[in-house]
Nanobody, 115 residues
Framework: QVRLVESGGDLVQAGGSLRLSCAAS????????MDWYRQPPGKQRELVAA???????NYADSVKGRFTISRDNAKKTVYLQMTSLTPEDTAVYLC?????????WGQGTQVTVSA
């Protein structure tokens, strides 16, 4: 059974940095895409950043220049380095990944940015 487990969420002051990790287990397949989504309180889930197995990346406009997504295929882990955090970045951050047509979600990790 494929499992995604996020870690690294925390309470941080505005202007600070955090690094999130999402480790996959339960498969020997390479994930096609490994993405980070976030869901702010009372709002819909939104894509933050995505990275393909070949390393192509895509970012939401709101995080460009501040967040960096990377992955280690050997470790089946995707990372999200977040800098210059603002209170608007407060959300549950979730990892999503695909193998073929199947999509998998992690449980999420809370990021709270205080003013």
């Amino acid at each position: 059974q494929v499992r995604l487990v996020e870690s690294g969420g925390d309470l941080v002051q505005a202007g600070g940095s955090l690094r999130l990790s999402c480790a996959a287990s339960g498969t020997n397949s390479v994930f096609n895409t490994m993405d980070w989504y976030r869901q702010p309180p009372g709002k819909q889930r939104e894509l933050v950043a995505a990275i393909t197995s070949g390393g192509l990346t895509n970012y939401a406009d709101s995080v460009k220049g501040r967040f960096t997504i990377s992955r280690d295929n050997a470790k089946k882990t995707v990372y999200l380095q977040m800098t210059s955090l603002t209170p608007e970045d407060t959300a549950v951050y979730l990892c999503g990944a695909s193998i073929g047509a199947r999509w998998y979600w992690g449980q999420g990790t809370q990021v709270t940015v205080s003013a």
